[in-house]
């Protein structure tokens, strides 16, 4: 019969990778914690009835068949219990890739070979009680482990919560419900106040302040209105707002971000494989230190017995537990802080070398600025005229006009709360500004090229140094006062580059304006360099210029201008408000186009590594002393560590190195 493979039409397709990934960890931590309560279960009997139990509880519950019950119940706790471990062994094998699996098996298949062979006729004594413990504890481990590994992949899953499961579909002249998945490109969607925008799109109809605080961390609502675009997941405020749909499913910007954070999470950093590659030495060295004792002890006239036993130990305590969970688990959670935090990782290794930056390149416009114009001082000519009198009547005339320098006029009223005069016969002079009559007066807003031809001479205080764009006031021709604009630095960056600095991080600015405005910036945030109207390709070769320098570069941009460089940099950082190409080719992205955050990125990554390397050396310490014990070193003076104390040990190593890893959340302010 042949199957037709229809495509599954479910409400959640931007769900299923991160879910299926999520389901499978989940199940398999069930599979643990089953597995971990039935060994634990029959461990009771297995303690019961080992010789060596019965003699500390002063007991004799021998008799005829106990060691085959023995035998029996520890063959499943070996098979039922182990089989997570015995699969990792082969995988780890097929992959040619020893590690933690390995180690876990060869004890414990060492263990129960050895009793087995015991109960049918071989001269020593049963390890039973030793493997069922060891087995249940390395399963409580694993449990533990798994258990809070599953905490990162729940930012994803907080993420793709953030989109609603339904829409209401414009269609001709009523509405429908439908779900999110079934929206094409070019729908017309209606979102109520107070819902979530189910799709990206633009605005064709309505205004309303929207919450994009989980998508990009601006914490204030964004105003927006017709032809505005937004993002799906952010949080409609006061006013209804008809929709185009423009991304849906896979390519919205929230789809974008989550693949981003799967990606980061996926892709395994160079440093965790140093963890690997401990693991590995350490199989290697279990197995000589583990044979090594056996040969040792045999050569020492020891019944082999005995020598037997400290091999299995050695070999259970080396079982690097910690080892296996120091990095991933940093991993795990550093990532999913940073992505609460507004920075999404892309490349990992990236990520942990962020430790390594010694000079920063930013671009200049929409990173160290807004890249959008404001007016950043005005001033009276006239006595009698306040300043804010000026900007009042000035406002008048750009109120109608759709010009940045306008626009940029109109924001500072609104925001010192003028109230803008009418303007009556309104002209347009070519080329050079506008006039017309506010509150009886004659009044023009002139370039500096309209004083010139009118030999009107430009004062003092309103000469240029090319770093803004400054415009003239004349109020019945007479020269009133100017409005100087300029793109606006952002407020963060100043304490983003005194940060820098304090750290040792050399700061640089690269940017396509001009020298004055480049200069400009550059002084007012105290920046060790500047290199202004560089093309895009130049930006790329400053950047290995820098490097050729020994320098570790980290480089920060928005555009598509900045893409090249981005990807050359050591370290390339877009900003979240830039464009899609920027975000592509950068290894880390700001969702918050806030420069602080870079420096929070640089330490936090420091932290990373800190956790990383504190947590490789509590788990190798632990096994430079337990291993040697466990051999029999000290046996003459009576020390000696029977496999139980080295599993409880080595799981107790487990556990510090977890709660360790978990103090990483401590570490971003």
Avoid at 415 to 422: D, N, T, Y
Wanted: aromatic share 6%; net charge negative; proline share 3%.
């Amino acid at each position: 019969m042949k199957h037709h493979h229809h495509k599954p039409n479910n409400s959640h397709t931007q769900h299923s990778h991160g879910g299926q990934h999520h389901e499978h960890h989940k199940m398999m931590i069930e599979d643990f914690k089953k597995r971990f309560w039935i060994s634990l279960i029959l461990t009771v009997p297995v303690l019961l009835l080992s010789p060596m139990i019965q003699q500390w509880l002063g007991l004799n519950w021998q008799f005829i068949g106990d060691k085959y019950i023995l035998f029996t119940l520890s063959s499943i706790i070996f098979f039922y219990g182990g089989y997570p471990f015995l699969k990792g062994l082969i995988d780890e094998l097929k992959e040619k890739t020893p590690g933690m699996m390995t180690l876990i098996a060869i004890a414990i298949t060492v263990a129960y070979a050895y009793s087995t062979a015991v109960v049918f006729g071989l001269k020593g004594k049963t390890f039973f009680w030793e493997l069922a413990t060891l087995i249940v504890v390395m399963l409580l481990g694993h449990w533990i482990e798994m258990k809070s590994v599953l905490g990162a992949s729940r930012a994803l899953e907080k993420l793709m919560a953030l989109m609603p499961d339904e829409a209401h579909l414009v269609h001709d002249d009523h509405i429908m419900d439908v779900k999110v998945s079934e929206l094409k490109k070019e729908d017309i969607i209606l979102t109520k106040p107070g819902e979530k925008i189910p799709a990206d799109g633009i605005i064709i109809e309505g205004e309303s302040n929207l919450n994009e605080s989980m998508l990009t961390g601006e914490s204030k609502p964004v105003s927006k209105s017709k032809g505005d675009t937004v993002i799906g997941g952010a949080i409609n405020g006061n006013g209804s707002l008809k929709v185009k749909v423009q991304g849906t499913g896979e390519d919205t910007y929230l789809s974008k971000v989550i693949t981003m954070v799967r990606e980061a999470q996926g892709r395994k950093s160079k440093t965790q494989k140093l963890a690997d590659r401990a693991a590995f030495w350490l199989t290697i060295v279990a197995l000589a230190v583990g044979f090594g004792t056996l040969t040792v002890w045999l050569i020492l006239g020891k019944d082999f017995a005995f020598a037997l036993e400290r091999m299995v130990t050695v070999m259970v305590i080396s079982c690097p537990h910690a080892l296996g969970l120091a990095i991933p688990l940093v991993t795990a959670i550093s990532t999913s802080v940073s992505a609460q935090n507004g920075l999404l990782i892309r490349n990992r290794t990236a990520f942990e070398n962020a430790r390594k930056i010694s000079t920063l390149v930013f671009d200049k416009t929409g990173t160290l600025t807004t890249g959008e114009f404001g007016v950043n001082r005005f001033e009276s000519l006239q006595d009698g005229l306040e300043d804010k009198e000026l900007l009042r009547i000035a406002s008048a005339l750009e109120a109608n006009s759709e010009h940045p320098i306008a626009e940029g006029i109109m924001e500072k009223t609104k925001e010192l709360g003028i109230k803008v005069p009418k303007a009556e016969g309104f002209i347009a002079i070519t080329g050079k500004g506008v006039e017309a009559n506010v509150e009886g007066k004659s009044v023009k807003v002139v370039s500096p090229g309209y004083l010139a031809e009118n030999d009107i001479p430009i004062p003092g205080a309103a000469q240029n140094d090319g770093s803004e764009t400054i415009v003239f006031i004349l109020i019945e021709n007479e020269l009133a006062g100017f409005i100087s604009l300029a793109d606006q630095i952002r407020p963060e960056s100043a304490s983003a580059i005194q940060t820098l600095y304090k750290n040792d991080i050399k700061t640089v600015m690269l940017t396509g304006d001009n020298k004055a405005v480049a200069e400009k910036v550059s002084k007012t945030l105290n920046m060790d360099d500047f290199y202004a109207e560089v093309l895009p390709d130049q930006k790329l070769k400053k950047i290995k210029e820098l490097q050729d320098q020994n320098q570790f570069v980290a480089m920060t941009g928005d555009g598509i201008n900045d893409a090249p460089a981005l990807a050359q940099a050591d370290v390339g950082i877009a900003v979240g408000s830039g464009t899609d190409v920027a975000a592509e080719t950068a290894d880390i992205i700001l969702v918050n186009s806030n420069p602080k955050d870079i420096t929070n990125l640089i330490l936090f990554g420091k932290a990373t590594y800190r956790k990383m390397i504190q947590n490789l050396i509590w788990a190798t310490a632990y096994n430079v002393i337990a291993i040697p014990l466990a051999a029999g070193v000290l046996y003459s003076w009576g020390i000696m560590i029977s496999p139980a104390i080295g599993a409880a040990l080595m799981s107790l190593s487990t556990v510090i190195v977890a709660i360790n890893a978990q103090l990483l959340k401590k570490e971003l302010i």
